[in-house]
């Protein structure tokens, strides 16, 4: 498995321990470290929880969203870090 190491001009998705997910919607992204600590400018958080329907016991799914200008991921909550998705490469 070959390690790549993010260039900071590329857009990213990151995956978090509490079923959060942070796109960066420009490609921006200020400073990262090894521990995987980054800033990120322009950002925006997409929070999905999932509750119980009381009367008819179905999982019901709901998605937050909000727009940061300048985030800061602490590297020890970050699961997932995707490049975006190259087509026709």
Not at 25 to 46: I, K, P, S
Not at 78 to 84: A, E, F, K, R, T
Request: aromatic residues 6%; charged residues 30%.
């Amino acid at each position: 498995m070959a390690y790549s190491r993010p260039r900071t001009s590329e857009q990213i998705t990151l995956r978090c321990c509490r079923q959060e997910r942070i796109e960066q919607r420009q490609r921006v992204r200020n400073a990262y470290d090894q521990h995987l600590n980054m800033v990120l400018g322009d950002a925006e958080e997409t929070i999905t929880t999932v509750e119980i329907d009381e009367e008819t016991y179905e999982e019901v799914y709901r998605t937050t969203k909000r727009t940061i200008p300048m985030l800061f991921v602490r590297g020890d909550g970050v699961i997932l870090v995707s490049p975006p998705v190259r087509v026709g490469v």
